[in-house]
């Protein structure tokens, strides 16, 4: 079974300042559930992990339900239940995982370009890396099309261009992998996220190496079989 361990650390969304402007409480509320999951992710130990996205999963709850009509809060709590999954048993974490993609879907239908493209993005990331059927709901093709989407909105963004050259990593397609991993750090950085930013750019450079590695032996067995 494919697990889904690879999404501990796909949080994408980050709070505009124009969105900041407009409701503060609701801003900085936002941005400590984005700081204690960077911390969670980046700095705890694992083995400590699932206590603290369970602790970390409970505010953002009461955050969407203080905020029914707002999509932050959902896209954040999808955020929470997709990391809480990686650490979570196989069970466990395909309930969570399902759960991530209906609220995403739920704020899909309100505002899919909110938050610079984080929705599609962690849509497209949850069909990549979920088991397809009869597993589960994962499918190549829609995330695919969902990563198109995020490009879109955040061509530039760094985690639009990460997460979808992982996709094509996963894909075989390490070139195309290595174009989006650049444009990754090259991205510019993202106010108040340094932990999350720093990291994100460290797993950057990892998956670039793997993929100039797999590209180096694949030429290397085309030009023997000349």
Same mark, same amino acid.
């Given at each position: 079974?494919?697990?889904?361990?690879?999404?501990?650390?796909?949080?994408?969304?980050?709070?505009?300042?124009?969105?900041?402007?407009?409701?503060?409480?609701?801003?900085?509320?936002?941005?400590?559930?984005?700081?204690?999951?960077?911390?969670?992710?980046?700095?705890?130990?694992?083995?400590?992990?699932?206590?603290?996205?369970?602790?970390? @999963?409970?505010?953002?709850?009461?955050?969407?339900?203080?905020?029914?009509? +707002?999509?932050?809060?959902?896209?954040?709590?999808?955020?929470?239940?997709?990391?809480?999954?990686?650490?979570?048993?196989?069970?466990?974490?395909?309930?969570?995982?399902?759960?991530? +993609?209906?609220?995403?879907?739920?704020? @899909?239908?309100?505002?899919?370009?909110?938050?610079?493209?984080?929705?599609?993005?962690?849509?497209?990331?949850?069909?990549?890396?979920?088991?397809?059927?009869?597993?589960?709901?994962?499918?190549?093709?829609?995330?695919?099309?969902?990563?198109?989407?995020?490009?879109?909105?955040?061509?530039?963004?760094?985690?639009?261009?990460?997460?979808?050259?992982?996709?094509?990593?996963?894909?075989?397609?390490?070139?195309?992998?290595?174009?989006?991993?650049?444009?990754?750090?090259?991205?510019?950085?993202?106010?108040?996220?340094?932990?999350?930013?720093?990291?994100?750019?460290?797993?950057?450079?990892?998956?670039?190496?793997?993929?100039?590695?797999?590209?180096?032996?694949?030429?290397?067995?085309?030009?023997?079989?000349?």
């Amino acid at each position: 079974m494919k697990l889904i361990l690879t999404l501990m650390l796909f949080a994408c969304a980050l709070v505009s300042p124009a969105y900041a402007a407009t409701d503060s409480g609701l801003g900085n509320r936002i941005a400590d559930i984005q700081h204690r999951w960077a911390r969670i992710s980046y700095q705890m130990p694992e083995g400590q992990r699932a206590d603290a996205f369970d602790k970390l @999963e409970k505010r953002a709850d009461a955050l969407t339900s203080e905020y029914p009509d +707002r999509v932050e809060p959902r896209v954040w709590k999808a955020i929470v239940l997709s990391s809480h999954a990686a650490v979570a048993g196989p069970f466990s974490a395909l309930k969570m995982a399902e759960r991530a +993609r209906d609220l995403l879907l739920e704020a @899909e239908q309100k505002d899919p370009t909110a938050l610079n493209g984080s929705i599609p993005t962690s849509l497209g990331t949850l069909y990549a890396k979920v088991p397809g059927w009869p597993l589960g709901f994962g499918s190549d093709d829609k995330a695919r099309a969902y990563f198109h989407k995020a490009l879109k909105v955040n061509p530039d963004g760094l985690d639009p261009n990460y997460f979808y050259g992982q996709f094509l990593y996963d894909q075989g397609d390490y070139r195309g992998a290595l174009e989006h991993l650049r444009k990754a750090l090259d991205a510019p950085d993202r106010p108040g996220r340094p932990l999350a930013d720093k990291g994100r750019r460290q797993q950057a450079r990892a998956l670039m190496a793997k993929a100039q590695s797999e590209l180096g032996s694949h030429d290397a067995v085309a030009g023997f079989t000349r």
